[in-house]
């Protein structure tokens, strides 16, 4: 990171930890765009749900392929490519693979950054309308 506070650099050695920063983040102001609309008893438009899906899917992509272990990992060339369009069965084998059982529980914080928005939309619609 640049010392000059008028610039913002991101390393690029750690920017997979970028990539889950804004995992969450994302995943955070969509709960809350989730939560405002089930309250007023509305639903997210099928576009905003298509942007969501592509965003995480991208993110996961990107964290999974700059992340450290990944070079313990022999991918094939288009890993990234594959990951962004299958990771719900890509991933949990990819972090099987680099990190053994603890793969498993990190596969389901992902899931969980991924239905965390519209179950807070769905408790919210259910509880306080």
Do not use: C, H
């Not at 992509?61 to 719900?88: C, D, I, M």
């Not at 069965?89 to 990190?106: A, F, S």
């Amino acid at each position: 990171m640049s010392t000059d506070p008028l610039t913002l650099t991101i390393d690029m050695k750690r920017i997979d930890n970028f990539a889950l920063a804004t995992i969450g983040l994302i995943s955070l102001l969509f709960s809350i765009l989730q939560v405002k609309f089930g309250l007023q008893e509305m639903d997210v438009s099928p576009q905003t749900d298509a942007l969501w899906m592509f965003i995480f899917a991208l993110l996961v992509a990107v964290w999974a392929t700059k992340e450290p272990k990944q070079k313990e990992f022999s991918a094939p060339f288009e890993f990234g490519a594959f990951l962004y369009f299958v990771w719900p069965i890509v991933l949990p084998y990819y972090l099987v693979k680099t990190r053994g059982l603890e793969g498993v529980v990190l596969f389901f914080g992902f899931v969980a950054l991924y239905y965390i928005p519209f179950i807070s939309g769905l408790l919210a619609y259910v509880f306080y309308t």
